[in-house]
Each structure stands twice: as C-alpha cells, then as structure tokens.
C-alpha cells in the first residue's frame, strides 16, 4: 500500500471556482481571506487551472508509472456529480462551486489514466465497506495518518479485487 500526494497545479489557486469564481459574484465579500477580481477575470483563471491540472495529472501519472514496480492496469476514482457545462453557470449555482474543483481535478486524473491505456473504474463512496478487517489492517499497516479518504481508497481498491474474483 502506498499513499502518495500530489500537486496539479503548482503556483496555481487550487480552489479557482470555489474562491475567485465565488468572489467574482459577490459570494464571501465580508471575509476577510476574499480578494476582488471579476468575472472575466476568475473564468480565464479556471481556464488556467484546468489546463495546469490536465497537463500535472499526464506528468504525476507518468511518474507513478515509473516508481512502482508492477504494471498499473486500473485505477478506481470517486464518483463526481454533474456539473453545469458552462463555467459561469458552474460559478452561480451555489452547490456546483463547493465541488467543481475537485471534480475538475479527478477528471483530469481519470482522462490521464485513459490516455495511458489504464481502466478507470467509479465508485460510490457512500456503498463502500469501510469496517471491513482488511481496511483497518491496511490502516495499522500504514501508520498515521490514516484519513478517511486513505479508507475509501482502500475500500475501493478492495471491492475492485472483490469484483475482479466472481
């Protein structure tokens, strides 16, 4: 087991829609963290950071690739919602701001694990067996910290291979 981060985006905001997307329409002006910019302005940032993380997502996956010793075949990625298919749209809805960069994110990740040839395999987070023995030994295993996304991994990971048996 291995649990690796990575940075898609370097010198990059990581949470383009969430903050300057959300700041550019007036959303958290009376936080004292917002910073005015304009819509324009926040939608050519997004622009920027999508084609970072689908350019950082190619780079890490090819790196992965060469660290670990056994061929990669498949990879499982969390389930995403749908997301208004304009950015401006995505922006205004309220809900579609607070997961639209990670969204963004894992489908970068999923395109680049296709273009090298990799299955990707979606799944629910909430149908998951997180109290399975096997996940609580991998967290012993692992050592500190052992975070709810390193569960759902495993969890993932595990019904994959539970799958792959039948």
């Known amino acids: 087991m291995d649990r690796r981060t990575r940075e898609l ?4 905001p ?11 329409i007036g959303r958290y002006t009376d936080s004292p963290w ?8 926040a939608i050519e940032l997004i622009r920027n950071v999508e084609a970072a993380a689908r350019k950082g997502a190619e780079e890490v996956l090819a790196q992965l690739a060469n660290e670990i010793e056994k061929p990669i075949s498949t990879i499982t990625m969390r389930a995403c919602p749908k997301l208004p298919d304009i950015i401006e749209e ?3 809805d309220n809900r579609a701001q607070t997961y639209a960069d990670t969204v963004v994110y894992r489908l970068c990740m999923a395109r ?3 273009n090298r040839g990799w299955d990707v395999r979606w799944y629910d987070r ?6 399975d023995a096997k996940i609580t030994e ?3 295993s692992a050592g500190p910290p052992w975070q ?3 569960k759902q991994a495993a969890a993932a990971a595990l019904a994959l291979m539970k799958e792959r048996r039948k």
């Not at 985006?9 to 990059?12: I, S, V, Y």
């Open 90 to 92: 995505r922006i205004r």
């Open 14 to 24: 990581t949470m383009p829609y969430h903050h300057q997307g959300s700041w550019a």
């Open 112 to 114: 680049a694990a296709e």
């Open 9 to 12: 985006t370097k010198d990059l």
């Open 138 to 140: 991998m967290g012993k």
């Open 126 to 131: 909430d149908t998951l067996d997180l109290k």
């Open 148 to 150: 709810a996304k390193h």
């Open 34 to 41: 917002a910073k005015k910019i304009s819509l324009p302005d």
